[in-house]
């Protein structure tokens, strides 16, 4: 069974706090995303990764960065967390190569900043 | 500026009836669309593609509908099933490394 794994399902930090959600995929997908997910706004892409060390800016990066060492392995991190970052956060996994496959997501990470 | 819109963010349904999900897109460039159902406390999964060389595709009770002049697509839950209740997400992607999610519908079944 395929899976994605969120290192945590529910996070309080407080605000100025350097905060890391760790994502593992266990399919040997080529790329990788990080979303978050606010009521009435739907899920925004935050990064994207295509390959291990690479990386692409998605449509909210700011405050936030990426690091991606390993294949199987995407970090996201708020450098500074501030309460604007309070939101749930999706990771997903999807193999390479055209528009035709679906996404594989995490069950989320809850975080609250406060 | 939202590419991909839901604009019912909550639909009522009797069990056993049709539930009809509808999507507007804005970039004419999108070539592939999805719809994901994501269930409280767990992450969206995958319920059913369409390419844009097509304008249908079935999958058991979910059909996908495909108009590209009006950038409309539109699920179908026939008959719909308490277990359908979720919030269902359409996207749209035409690099297929980024994808265009919409606000997400809240399905209710009456049963």
């Known amino acids: 069974d395929v899976k994605v794994t969120q290192s945590s399902r529910y996070l309080v930090k407080r605000t100025g706090e350097k905060v890391f959600l760790e994502c593992v995929q266990d399919m040997d997908h080529e790329n990788m995303f990080w979303y978050r997910q606010d009521p009435g706004l739907g899920l925004r892409l935050i990064y994207f990764?295509?390959?291990?060390?690479?990386?692409e800016k998605g449509d909210i990066p700011e405050g936030y960065s990426v690091s991606r060492e390993k294949k199987e392995r995407f970090s996201l991190i708020l450098e500074s967390a501030s309460t604007n970052q309070t939101s749930m956060y999706l990771c997903?996994?999807?193999?390479?190569?055209?528009?035709?496959?679906?996404?594989?997501f995490g069950p989320g990470t809850r975080l609250t900043v406060l | 500026d939202q590419q991909v819109k839901q604009n019912s963010p909550s639909l009522s349904v009797q069990e056993g009836r049709i539930s009809i999900l509808n999507c507007d897109y804005t970039n004419s460039m999108f070539d592939y669309f999805l719809w994901y159902k994501k269930y409280p406390a767990e992450g969206p999964t995958f319920l059913i593609s369409i390419s844009s060389i097509k304008d249908k595709n079935e999958d058991g009770r979910f059909t996908v509908f495909l108009n590209k002049s009006a950038k409309h697509l539109s699920l179908h839950i026939v008959p719909s099933q308490p277990g359908d209740s979720a919030v269902y997400f359409c996207?749209?992607?035409?690099?297929?490394?980024?994808?265009?999610f919409g606000t997400g519908t809240s399905l209710t079944v009456i049963p």
């Open positions: 990764s295509y390959d291990v060390k690479m990386k």
């Open positions: 997903a996994s999807r193999k390479a190569g055209g528009s035709g496959d679906e996404q594989f």
């Open positions: 996207a749209a992607s035409s690099t297929g490394n980024q994808f265009y």
